[in-house]
């Protein structure tokens, strides 16, 4: 079982910068993407950033060049800097990862979120 934890978030002014972290734990297979996700009431959830192993990054257009997504691969840990923040980037954030065996088989797991709130 794949075991996502989740740290940073918090409150913060527009123009403000938080630092988002996932540390993933357990048998996860070495072909994998990590990245973040958000949610905000009422609206699906939408993709912010991934990186897959091999250090592949993408990012939504509503973030480039303001959010930059990391990984420590050694350790499974990938980290979202999140700099001139705005209010509508408020949302609860959740972590991911999907990864796949060597058979073509693959499995996503979810973080419990952490809430990122920009205050005007």
């Known amino acids: 079982q794949v075991q996502l934890v989740e740290s940073g978030g918090g409150l913060v002014q527009a123009g403000g910068s938080l630092r988002l972290s996932c540390a993933a734990s357990?048998?996860?297979?070495?072909?994998?993407?990590m990245g973040w996700y958000r949610q905000s009431p009422g609206k699906q959830r939408d993709m912010v950033a991934t990186?897959?192993?091999?250090?592949?990054?993408n990012l939504a257009d509503s973030v480039k060049g303001r959010f930059t997504i990391s990984r420590d691969g050694a350790e499974n840990t990938v980290h979202l800097q999140m700099n001139f923040l705005k209010p509508e980037d408020t949302a609860v954030y959740y972590c991911y990862l999907h990864h796949r065996n060597a058979l073509g088989l693959s499995w996503d797991y979810w973080g419990q979120g952490t809430q990122v709130t920009v205050s005007s």
């Open positions: 357990g048998n996860i297979f070495s072909l994998n993407a």
């Open positions: 990186i897959t192993s091999d250090g592949t990054t």
